[in-house]
């Protein structure tokens, strides 16, 4: 029995059962060995700490409906609006022809930028919704955009991702920032590398994850400004999740990027 605070229950003398504390020490004083014990009726402090499980709970559900109204809101609403606006610029600049290039030219501008706005729209809606909390979610959505972007490329993919069995809990914010560092990894690839074939690879440990992208592309000096690739943006998302990113490249001989990313309670299941 451990000699520090245990608890165990106990029965009160009016018969009932009661949670205690008991606790043990040991002195000598005199040439003798003196044993003591201590048992601290703990009731108060159990029903303390339950109210405030309770009320975590509860706050946890209510910021869960919050998240989730507002996913709905932006998909339903924002995100309609914007498909619609640029649905009907494509429909009158094809209706005004492509020879009135005063008019032709701001409504494709507007219909690009508007097709992209709801791109991010849905990032966002994504990474809010309390339902998507989860690493096979985030597996999805990396699968689904590195396919349809090499594709359209004819862009060679190995992909690697973690089998269902390994799933656990996300927090939204480590998704969403893990997912938007994988994302402009995988534009950079097809923007700048020149590559025919790129590597994929998401490895889950116990605790961190490790995202891996390799291609054969020309490659780049990385200590060179690189405004283009985004390296700047990419290492401030990786520092506010407590991550490291590392690039490596040279010149005709492709580019390795990595980011590894402790996982802990603050940033898997108990971070909404």
């Known amino acids: 029995m451990s000699w520090e ?13 009661i949670p205690l504390e008991v606790s043990f020490g040991e ?13 601290r009726d703990i009731s108060e402090r159990k029903r303390a700490e339950e109210a405030l499980e309770r009320s975590r709970e509860e706050r946890l559900r209510e910021l869960e409906s919050v998240r989730r109204r507002i996913a709905t809101d932006l998909h339903d609403d924002i995100g309609s609006s914007l498909t619609q606006i640029a649905i009907l610029s494509e429909v009158i600049r094809q209706r005004v022809g492509e020879d009135k290039a005063p008019v032709s030219e701001p409504l494709s501008m507007i219909a690009t930028a508007s097709r992209e706005l709801v791109d991010a729209m849905s990032d966002i809606v994504w990474a ?16 689904r955009f590195a396919s349809d972007s090499f594709t359209a490329k004819n862009i060679g993919l190995q ?3 973690p ?19 994988f994302k402009e990894s995988v534009n950079n690839i097809i923007r700048h590398s020149a590559c025919t074939e790129a590597e994929i690879q998401l490895r889950f440990e116990v605790d961190a994850l490790e995202l891996r992208l390799q291609d054969n592309g020309h490659g780049f000096d990385v200590t060179a400004e690189n405004d283009g690739h985004g390296l700047l943006s990419m290492r401030d998302r990786a520092r506010g999740i407590g991550a490291t990113l590392t690039v490596v490249s040279a010149p005709d001989r492709g580019t390795v990027t990595t980011l590894i990313v402790p996982l802990s309670l603050s940033n898997t299941a108990s971070s909404q």
Do not use: C, W, Y
């Open 5 to 17: 605070a245990i608890e165990l229950p106990g029965l009160h003398k009016s018969g009932r059962e």
């Open 27 to 39: 002195f000598s004083r005199n040439g003798k060995r003196f044993f003591t014990g201590i048992a």
């Open 128 to 143: 809010i919704n309390p339902q998507k909390d989860h690493l096979a979610d985030l597996t999805q959505r990396m699968r």
């Open 159 to 161: 992909l690697r991702l």
């Open 163 to 181: 089998d269902s069995a390994e799933d656990i809990k996300l927090g939204a914010n480590l998704r969403r920032e893990v997912f938007l560092i």
